[in-house]
């Protein structure tokens, strides 16, 4: 007997195999996490619009289109960005689209939806992003530039996009 999926459950579980951590609630291996008490959702609406000071290189880019038809249009993506001091990733939402962050070089502040305080986020810290009410921008407030590995799942919709 041959089970077929919806696009919508076919696209969970394949992220669920790709990306782990970002559906895990509260990992103690996640460092840079928002403090309990600190927990708001809706506490912060917006942020810095513009990036400023950052390099943002696609790396590897794997159409999954061959993937059948819940895959059409998505691209996995492998990036490195380089934040350099009082550099910014903009103001940006995670409802659509799934990424891992690896912090490979240095210490970066993420300003959250969900959260009331700066979180700093230092090397070798992982970040699981996905939901709709993950939305955040990065400032580097520190002397050395900062380097980001993103692994992300780029929906159709967001290709044509300066998606950072």
């Known amino acids: 007997m041959t089970t077929i999926l919806s696009p919508k459950t ?10 782990p951590a970002t559906f895990t609630v509260a990992v103690p291996a996640f460092a840079g996490q928002c403090p309990a008490n600190q927990v708001m959702v809706g506490a912060r609406t917006s942020g810095e619009t513009m990036p400023k000071d950052v390099t943002d290189d696609v790396l590897s880019a794997i159409d999954l289109s061959s993937k059948g038809e819940a895959f ?3 691209m996995l993506r492998l990036r490195k960005l380089v934040v350099q001091p009082n550099g910014v990733v903009p103001w940006h939402s995670h409802e659509k689209r799934a990424a891992n962050i690896l912090i490979l070089e240095g210490s970066i502040m993420e300003y ?3 959260c009331k305080v ?5 090397a070798g810290d992982v970040v699981g ?4 009410d993950v939305a955040h921008w990065w400032r580097n407030e520190s ?3 900062v380097v980001i590995i993103s692994g992300d799942l780029l929906p159709p919709e967001m290709r044509a996009a300066d998606a950072m």
């Open 118 to 122: 700066a979180i700093e986020h230092k």
């Open 129 to 132: 992003e996905f939901g709709a």
């Open 72 to 74: 059409k249009g998505y």
């Open 10 to 19: 076919a696209i969970a579980l394949f992220l669920t195999a790709l990306f």
């Open 143 to 145: 002397k050395k530039p």
């Open 112 to 114: 959250n939806s969900t």
